[in-house]
Each structure stands twice: as C-alpha cells, then as structure tokens.
C-alpha cells in the first residue's frame, strides 16, 4: 500500500519519515529534563517541514495509473499480446509484461548477471517475494494467475513496487513511458 500512496504523492515517504521523528523526539520520558528542551527544536523544526509538505498541492496521477490499467486488462483481455516499462534515455530499467503459454502473467525485470539481480533484490526488491531470476532471459521474472474475477491489483502492486524502487538504484528520474505490444 506505501507504493501505491508514494505514487499518488512523491512525498509520501517524507511525510511519514517525519511523522516518526516526531513521534520519536516528543513523545519519550527523557531521563534528564535538559533532553526534552534540547530536542524542542528539532521536533518544531520537522513540524514546520510536515505542514510544509502537506500544504503542497497533491500529485495527481490518475492519467498514468489509468494507462498501466488499461494495459493490464488489455493484457488479460487477449487485446495485446504485452507492453514494456522503460526509462527514457539510458534503458537501465526495462520491465516487460506479457501472458505465456497457459495463460498466466509472466513480468520481466531486465537485470543482467545473476549477482547483480541478487543485489538488487536484497537491497532494493525483497519485499517482492514472487521475483526469481531468469539465467535465459537474465532477468527477475514473476508470474500472476488472473482467475475469471480478472483482479490485476496483485501485478499493478508489484508492478509499482519495482518501479520505486528501482528509482533509486537506476535513478530513472519521474519519466518511464510504456509501450503496449499489439
């Protein structure tokens, strides 16, 4: 649920990290009086930051989950045969979504060498724990049953799950584009 409240509002993590500290710096029994009044500042200066934050306009991202959408039922659908995600110019990051042979839906996170992969899931993906990697393809592939319901939510989350946090271990920047595959 964090990734997908990350990708209605960029802020999200901030918001909450402050929140924390907050929490943390105010609501303790310091053992000695002079802590409370050395942490005052800090707690009012992550105040000001949170109500700064939560006064911003709220991102909206409707058009683009609204795409990943469409590309998913389209998928399930038998409309498309699959789409990719990618970044703009570098191409480090590349997902590919297609259906295989019996029907399930197969996502594959280009990654390279087997060790890389491993780094990059202990690090950045472990809490996607459908991901294995590919020694064929060299990538982290999933696979999602979609039953008669056509529920795509496990795949949209997982989907949005690697693509943030990927974001930082590629630094794809705000810009991915998808291209569907007719």
């Given at each position: 649920?964090?990734?997908?409240?990350?990708?209605?509002?960029?802020?999200?993590?901030?918001?909450?990290?402050?929140?924390?500290?907050?929490?943390?710096?105010?609501?303790?029994?310091?053992?000695?009086?002079?802590?409370?009044?050395?942490?005052?500042?800090?707690?009012?200066?992550?105040?000001?930051?949170?109500?700064?934050?939560?006064?911003?306009?709220?991102?909206?991202?409707?058009?683009?989950?609204?795409?990943?959408?469409?590309?998913?039922?389209?998928?399930?659908?038998?409309?498309?045969?699959?789409?990719?995600?990618?970044?703009?110019?570098?191409?480090?990051?590349?997902?590919?979504?297609?259906?295989?042979?019996?029907?399930?839906?197969?996502?594959?996170l280009?990654?390279?060498?087997?060790?890389?992969?491993?780094?990059?899931?202990?690090?950045?993906?472990?809490?996607?724990?459908?991901?294995?990697?590919?020694?064929?393809?060299?990538?982290?592939?999933?696979l999602?049953?979609?039953?008669?319901?056509?529920?795509?939510?496990?795949?949209?989350?997982?989907?949005?799950?690697?693509?943030?946090?990927?974001?930082?271990y590629?630094?794809?920047?705000?810009?991915?584009?998808?291209?569907l595959?007719?």
């Amino acid at each position: 649920m964090d990734c997908l409240l990350t990708l209605k509002n960029p802020e999200y993590p901030k918001i909450k990290n402050l929140e924390k500290e907050i929490d943390f710096y105010s609501e303790r029994d310091w053992p000695h009086p002079k802590m409370a009044e050395y942490y005052a500042p800090k707690v009012e200066a992550f105040r000001k930051e949170l109500e700064k934050l939560k006064s911003k306009k709220e991102f909206i991202c409707s058009d683009e989950t609204q795409i990943l959408d469409d590309a998913l039922f389209s998928l399930v659908n038998d409309e498309i045969e699959g789409f990719s995600i990618f970044d703009e110019i570098e191409m480090h990051f590349k997902m590919d979504i297609s259906k295989n042979e019996v029907g399930e839906i197969r996502l594959d996170l280009k990654v390279g060498e087997r060790a890389s992969a491993e780094q990059l899931k202990k690090h950045r993906l472990s809490d996607v724990p459908k991901l294995i990697y590919d020694e064929s393809s060299k990538s982290l592939i999933a696979l999602f049953k979609v039953d008669r319901f056509k529920n795509v939510l496990p795949i949209k989350q997982t989907i949005s799950k690697i693509v943030i946090a990927t974001n930082g271990y590629w630094g794809i920047g705000n810009t991915i584009f998808l291209k569907l595959h007719p």
